[in-house]
């Protein structure tokens, strides 16, 4: 697959999440080096404190790091495992996630991002993220064995 029809298909898979659409997330760039998420941080995404909650960050963090993997790897991908470190606190009023790619070979990629909270008059890093991402196969199934993929 060709970079440019990877990046059609991973815009395409984001507009059809129905999870990003109900968090209001945007994808606001995807190239084969980064890819970057964009979050208003709303009061349905606050904890009791009113920063962000770490869900939302994690939520962030793992998109970020499979769109990154699956634009690398040249395929649809998913996340094998990932692990978030929280910084510090997240008050907005808008979050960015910036996903990129650190090592990729065969079916996997390590990718890392760093989540943003901007508030207008500049921007605090808040948490970062590792994680690995697997790209998808469909295995053959011989006509000998009856399957269909």
């Not at 697959?1 to 659409?21: H, N, T, V, W, Y």
């Not at 996630?97 to 990629?109: H, K, L, T």
């Not at 790209?135 to 009856?146: F, N, T």
């Amino acid at each position: 697959m060709r970079e440019r029809d990877i990046l059609e298909l991973a815009r395409s898979i984001f507009a059809g999440q129905a999870f990003s659409a109900h968090m209001g997330a945007r994808l606001v760039e995807i190239t084969g080096r980064r890819t970057v998420i964009e979050l208003a941080l709303g009061d349905a995404l606050r904890q009791q404190h009113g920063y962000a909650h770490g869900g939302v960050l994690s939520y962030l963090a793992d998109n970020a790091i499979t769109f990154a993997g699956g634009v690398a790897l040249l395929g649809d991908a998913l996340t094998g495992e990932f692990k978030i470190n929280y910084l510090r606190p997240a008050a907005g009023p808008l979050l960015r996630a910036i996903g990129e790619p650190v090592s990729v070979s065969g079916r996997q990629a390590v990718c890392q991002c760093r989540i943003l909270s901007l508030d207008g008059k500049g921007e605090t890093l808040v948490a970062l993220a590792q994680g690995t991402v697997v790209r998808l196969s469909r295995p053959e199934m011989p006509e000998a064995q009856g399957g269909a993929p």
